[in-house]
């Protein structure tokens, strides 16, 4: 019987396990240094913030595994020796496959600035790194003031987690306005209002300068770049995004660029060395304009999706859909589907429409192509949208005026909620006579 | 291991979840209410009865009323569940505990020992905590309180303040809002107020039964009693049209509604139980059992409940009517033959288009049918006036009415709130939402909708799902959820981050979906796995 071993035990390792075991009776194993058993680690924040216990984050039983027959096994791996079809443990132990999934995933970003390794300045991605923060940062007479540094989707997290526990927080970005990388600067100024408004004292526009230790080593403040303020505090967490974990592969001779290099078949240089997840790099073209490394949940599933086809036989390429996210900042939720480029990244082609609440919490902002008149991509803040749908829509490349004419039926909120559809209607119609005219 | 840590952690923080000053005083306030409804059971009464009550019941009032407002009127509007794991109260901590010794206490004073709380007996006049109800009581139905009264009036009271707290607390969600207003409504109208007035117009000519109308057999499990039965005749038209009432509830209206809104209708936002559950008891929700172990018990002993309300019905009604059709239009052998007609009908519709979608359960449903069937016919064979083999009917009837009617509803179901979470009764021991999930898991056109591949498998919904649905683990499939237990509370969608989970009522079509791949990967890979 083959033997399957998958290395890091996240939402790819374990898709790609349980669906291994779904198309096969191969011999599988997950190796996690991390954790006993998978966890949703989108919902480390919920721990932190009281709203789950550490176990429910767990969305499979004990019994599942054992069930299913997918052995766990709780170890660091210390290198590869693909030679012998080998790993070695950094216990020591060596263990032997067939194939072997690489699914490591990422490691938060540091930019090597001065103090960034002190005590009480840490990421956020792991278990332990959670563990850590309820030691620095438990409540706000021993945390009496927490500093946040860089601007994405953990950073928020992070902010509103410290935010729970009545800790003042100060969040350093480095844009001029939130998470402008990512998003046209409307929907950005929906989020620098929110996140203002929950008493988070956002900085647009500042760099971290240097983190100040006190006689322990332990962080004391912070230091701007700009204005060379200087703002005391017992935390700093670092949430400039995240990169691959590519360490076990270096060490193994494995190639490497940012990720793993793989093709669409997730395959590395080393033969029967796969990988997939955030720790992968494609080297071939993705279809939809997908990225070459996505840190996103459902990408690393369904790259875990697509692999277990390869491993059983049926060898498939990874063909991912078109683009599609969502998270929530603070109390508001956020959708996409489709691309809608930052000002930064935005393409020639690409003109964008908005629609924003009068109170600034609810907003949509909706790209197409200036050309053809082709709907590209959505972004909405606060209004639940329907996936099915504009997945069709972006099939049928339908145009951005029978988009916004039939947007109700794309509509997700719960029953009752207030529709703003018409609202929108006529505002981006409105719009966009003018800007075709 | 890992939950030992976080476990301690807890202990930390506690002071970063302090109660504010605003709530401290609220919470005296509502202490101090407490209060004077306490020392009434040991004969303390300050002032006059309806000062004290007045005064007792108005300190609960502005107390938690107050306790919400300092809580959240002055936070954003959003999901409120900060700390809730690290709360005593509500994460089985010592005041978690404290709380359901007391509750269950008090039901089974209530239940058993209503003397207690000041009920007079023998015509003696009451006492204590009943006294206390005697005056409002008095200008409400003109009689002198009761047990009943004084935990009807305590019960609606909780259902009011609680459910203002409860509207505070989802005030960004208007669906969580009317189900809210509605329960409210229905409790205070339907369950309080027109029962009292009904009971105020009997006279020695004309008497109704108390009937809280939208109590359905088979909650309403005495409803088709004897004394019922024979007051509503009594009672003419009026009573002969709420009998009607009563039959139709269960046969007719039910089952249309649920088949256009799921049992959440009824469940979430007309029941008195669910009512309580959704206000009193929404402090605890997360705390149901969400294991597959507790979905396994669930079915058994739901549905167990169900046959046991269904057969002790059956037999107190068979042991009342007589054997011919002269004196009654309906005799003993006819009212068997046709439950077990109607009976053989529903299950022969089930197998034969729903057998597939029934899948394993098929075989249990099987079994209690089977059960039902042998047991009316041996009614039938043995034809004992008041005997179901060796049960008094009587006697079937008490047993229940204790069991059930009283342990499970009451003692367990509400007094073990903080320990098992909101809807133990709901879950597992209610016949009518037995009835009510097998209609809405068969026929109706309720489910919650999965959206796509937005699902990242965090566990919120599942965590508050109060009735121990996994839901995640639904959603992450992006299959939708067609659980018989749920009651569409609404509350996963709520605390969703990603906008996944939708309550819609829509068309068969695609309602059962079950799905390998989701949404979002290679379109080929989808069809080849997903048409498996």
């Not at chain 1, 443990?89 to 002190?118: H, Q, R, V």
């Not at chain 2, 597939?356 to 039938?380: N, Q």
């Not at chain 2, 939708?502 to 890979?525: A, F, M, S, Y």
Request: net charge positive.
């Amino acid at each position: 019987m083959k033997k399957i071993v998958i290395v890091g035990n996240g939402i790819s390792g374990v898709t790609a396990a349980r669906h291994i075991r779904k198309l096969s009776d191969y011999h599988i194993t997950i190796i996690s240094g991390e954790s006993d058993y998978f966890f949703s680690r989108t919902a480390l924040m919920y721990v932190y913030m009281g709203h789950m216990k550490f176990d429910d984050t767990q969305p499979y039983e004990p019994s599942f595994w054992s069930k299913n027959r997918i052995n766990l096994k709780k170890a660091w791996v210390k290198k590869i020796v693909s030679e012998d079809k080998q790993l070695l443990l950094e216990n020591g132990e060596l263990l032997s496959y067939d194939k072997l999934i690489l699914a490591t995933g990422s490691k938060p970003n540091k930019f090597g600035w001065p103090g960034e390794n002190l005590e009480g300045v840490q990421g956020l991605y792991t278990k332990q790194d959670l563990e850590l923060l309820e030691k620095t940062a438990p409540n706000n007479s021993i945390c009496k003031h927490a500093v946040v540094v860089g601007g994405g989707l953990i950073g928020v997290e992070l902010a509103e987690m410290l935010h729970s526990r009545h800790i003042p927080v100060t969040f350093l970005v480095r844009e001029t306005n939130f998470w402008n990388g990512v998003l046209p600067d409307h929907d950005c100024s929906i989020l620098n209002d929110h996140i203002k408004a929950h008493g988070i004292d956002l900085r647009l526009g500042v760099n971290l300068k240097e983190i100040h230790s006190d006689r322990m080593g332990r962080v004391e403040s912070v230091e701007i770049a700009e204005t060379g303020e200087i703002i005391p505090c017992n935390f700093v967490g670092l949430t400039a995004g995240v990169s691959p974990q590519i360490s076990l592969a270096q060490n193994s001779g494995i190639e490497t660029h940012r990720g793993i290099l793989v093709n669409q078949f997730f395959e590395t240089n080393l033969t029967d060395i796969y990988a997939i997840g955030d720790c992968a790099e494609q080297t071939d073209q993705l279809p939809n304009g997908r990225r070459s490394i996505e840190a996103v949940w459902y990408s690393g599933r369904m790259m875990g999706e697509t692999i277990a086809q390869t491993i059983t036989g049926n060898k498939t390429p990874y063909k991912p859909g078109h683009w599609f996210n969502s998270a929530k900042f603070f109390d508001i939720e956020y959708q996409t589907y489709g691309w809608v480029s930052s000002l930064r990244s935005k393409p020639e082609h690409e003109l964008q429409l908005h629609w924003k609440y009068h109170d600034n919490t609810k907003g949509v902002t909706l790209s197409y192509n200036k050309n053809d008149l082709t709907f590209l991509g959505i972004n909405t803040f606060g209004i639940r949208m329907r996936h099915e749908v504009f997945n069709q829509w972006l099939n049928e490349k339908k145009s951005i005026e029978q988009v916004i004419e039939q947007l109700d039926k794309a509509q997700f909120d719960p029953e009752f909620y207030k529709s703003y559809v018409n609202e929108i209607q006529s505002v981006l119609l409105a719009t966009l006579s003018n800007s075709v005219l | 291991m890992s939950s030992q840590q976080f476990k301690s952690f807890a202990l930390i923080n506690s002071d970063s979840y302090g109660l504010n000053s605003g709530q401290k005083l609220a919470l005296s306030s509502g202490l101090l209410g407490l209060l004077l409804l306490v020392l009434t059971a040991f004969g303390v009464q300050l002032v006059s009865a309806s000062i004290h009550l007045s005064l007792a019941i108005g300190l609960l009032g502005v107390g938690i009323v107050y306790f919400t407002r300092a809580a959240y009127s002055n936070k954003i509007a959003g999901i409120k569940n900060d700390g809730v794991m690290f709360s005593s109260l509500t994460s089985r901590g010592i005041l978690g505990w404290l709380l359901g010794v007391s509750l269950t206490g008090f039901y089974i004073v209530l239940y058993f020992y209503p003397t207690w709380l000041g009920l007079g007996i023998n015509g003696d006049p009451n006492s204590g905590l009943i006294a206390l109800f005697d005056p409002f009581s008095l200008w409400l139905n003109g009689n002198a309180a009761t047990q009943w009264f004084v935990y009807g009036t305590l019960y609606t009271f909780a259902i009011i303040v609680f459910g203002y707290k409860f509207i505070l607390k989802y005030r960004h969600n208007p669906y969580q809002k009317l189900r809210t207003i509605s329960v409210m409504f229905f409790q205070f109208g339907f369950a309080f107020l027109i029962p009292e007035l009904m009971s105020r117009l009997n006279s020695d000519t004309f008497k109704l039964p108390y009937y809280d109308l939208k109590s359905i057999w088979p909650l309403n499990y005495y409803n088709f009693d004897k004394y019922r039965v024979n007051s509503f005749i009594d009672a003419g038209d009026v009573g002969l049209a709420l009998l009607i009432f009563g039959v139709a509830s269960i046969f007719v209206i039910t089952p249309i509604l649920t088949y256009k809104y799921g049992k959440r209708w009824y469940c979430s936002w007309v029941c008195g139980c669910g009512g309580l559950a959704e206000t009193v008891g929404d402090p605890f929700r997360q705390l149901s059992d969400k294991s597959i172990s507790a979905w396994k018990i669930e079915r058994w002993v739901i549905h167990s409940v169900v046959v046991f309300a269904l057969l002790m019905t059956t037999a107190v009604v068979y042991s009342y009517l007589g054997h011919d059709r002269s004196s009654y239009w309906l005799n003993k052998s006819d009212f068997l033959l046709g439950v077990g007609g109607l009976l053989t009908f529903v299950f022969g519709l089930v197998m034969i288009f729903k057998r597939k979608e029934f899948g394993k359960d098929a075989i249990y449903g099987a079994v209690g049918y089977f059960v039902i069937i042998v047991t009316l016919i041996g009614l039938f064979v043995f034809d004992q006036n008041d005997q179901l083999f060796i049960f008094k009917s009587t006697e079937l009837r008490k047993t229940y009415g204790f069991l059930i009617g009283s342990v499970f509803s009451g003692v367990i179901g509400t007094g073990f709130y903080p320990i098992f979470g909101s809807r133990v009764w709901c879950r597992f021991g209610c016949p009518m939402a037995a009835v009510l999930g097998f209609q809405q898991r068969l026929f109706s056109r309720f489910r919650i909708t999965t959206n796509g591949g937005q699902c990242i498998s965090c566990g919120n919904c599942s965590s508050y799902c109060e009735m121990g649905i996994d839901v995640r683990s639904y959603a992450q499939k992006g299959e939708n959820i067609v659980r018989s237990s749920c009651v569409g509370c609404g509350v996963c969608s709520a605390v969703c981050p990603r906008g996944v989970l939708k309550l819609e009522n829509d068309h068969h079509k695609g309602r059962i979906n079950p799905t390998q791949v989701l949404l979002g990967n290679d379109v080929d890979l989808m069809d080849l796995m997903n048409q498996r």
